[in-house]
């Protein structure tokens, strides 16, 4: 968690705030059609108890915040293409919300999915 003192008291940042903005910038990126677990013990907790920050990971020191994130791209767009997309959307909005650098972002595809044909 991320704390700082000014003179009118004091400012946390949580990973979960961090992980809430990265979870939002990545919903609105192109080609993403959700996040996903990285794992089946997450999917599962996921699925008992509805997290917003669902297939994203923070990790932040003083100096650094290092962010991955499981997304489902759609089927038919170029993986490389929406990976770096979403990476830069990310680092964006973090950094545009928060005024802290973002270190690294880790884009890791875990699926695609065929959208309906209307």
């Known amino acids: 968690m991320k704390k700082e003192i000014t003179p009118l008291g004091n400012i946390h940042i949580s990973t979960q705030a961090i992980a809430t903005i990265?979870?939002?910038a990545a919903q609105?990126?192109?080609g993403v059609v959700g996040l996903a677990s990285k794992n089946i013990a997450d999917g599962l907790a996921n699925a008992i108890v509805k997290d917003p920050?669902?297939?994203i990971d923070v990790e932040y020191d003083e100096h650094h915040i290092v962010i991955d994130l499981y997304i489902i791209v759609e089927y038919g767009t170029r993986i490389k293409s929406v990976a770096a997309s979403v990476a830069n959307t990310v680092q964006y909005n973090v950094e545009k919300a928060l005024g802290l650098p973002v270190t690294e972002i880790n884009v890791h595809v875990q699926g695609l999915r065929?959208?309906?044909e209307d």
Do not use: F, K, V
């Open 114 to 116: 065929i959208s309906a």
């Open 53 to 55: 920050t669902h297939g």
């Open 28 to 30: 609105r990126s192109y």
């Open 22 to 24: 990265a979870y939002q």
